[in-house]
């Protein structure tokens, strides 16, 4: 019980869901409330999906398109750095993190990707898979069960929206873009060190 509780409280880091609500609300707040539930449970579902697919046949698929592990890194560093830029300073045509048009819906990128469904995730996972491959279903389970608890907080992003106000969510998507500034280029040196270690 002690290790699926450790590995659910690791993936629920890496997760990361408290990070993401600023930016989920950021994307998501011209959008009236009801739209905004039916949007963060598909892209949480479309995020569960590629994070199965990638703990089991991860390796496989890395493997198939002839990447590396880091590559994931490296990309997914470049992505979220874009992202946090656009936070930090929105263009006149758009206030969405997402780069569309204001009240245009957001799909598959960057919520489910690299937002939930990140290169942490999914190389953990991998490595997870690469380490345990008799216990995939243990794996599968302790996904699941972060993957819910991070799903409930951010369905909770309505509320903070109601309590900041949209003021509010301006001030935390800025500051949020600057942390993710620095979380991103951490992600690209890290893939950037093990390429060149590997």
């Known amino acids: 019980m002690v290790e699926m509780t450790s590995v659910i409280v ?18 998501l707040k011209h959008l009236d409330a009801k739209r905004r539930r ?12 590629i994070m199965m697919i990638f703990l089991f046949t991860g390796e496989q698929i890395l493997g198939f398109l ?36 204001v009240g245009e819906e957001p799909f598959l990128v960057p919520m489910a990707i690299p937002l939930v469904a990140g290169p942490s995730i999914l190389a953990s996972l ?17 996904l ?23 003021k509010g969510v301006n001030a935390l998507e800025r500051l949020m873009g600057l942390i993710l500034v620095m979380i991103s280029t951490q992600m690209f040196l890290d893939g950037i060190r093990t390429y060149l270690q590997g």
């Open 10 to 27: 690791l993936f629920f880091l890496i997760l990361d869901p408290l990070g993401n609500l600023p930016i989920f609300m950021s994307i």
């Open 38 to 49: 039916i949007i963060v449970i598909r892209e949480m579902i479309i995020a569960l999906v």
């Open 66 to 101: 002839n990447l590396r592990t880091e590559t994931v890194s490296i990309s997914g560093g470049i992505i979220l750095f874009l992202i946090a830029i656009k936070m930090i300073f929105p263009s006149a045509e758009s206030n969405s993190v997402s780069g569309l048009p």
């Open 126 to 142: 991998m490595l997870m898979s690469h380490q345990y491959p008799n216990r995939l279903g243990y794996l599968a389970i302790a």
């Open 144 to 166: 699941l069960i972060a993957w819910a608890l991070s799903a409930i907080i951010l369905m909770m992003s309505d509320l903070f929206l109601r309590i900041l106000g949209e």
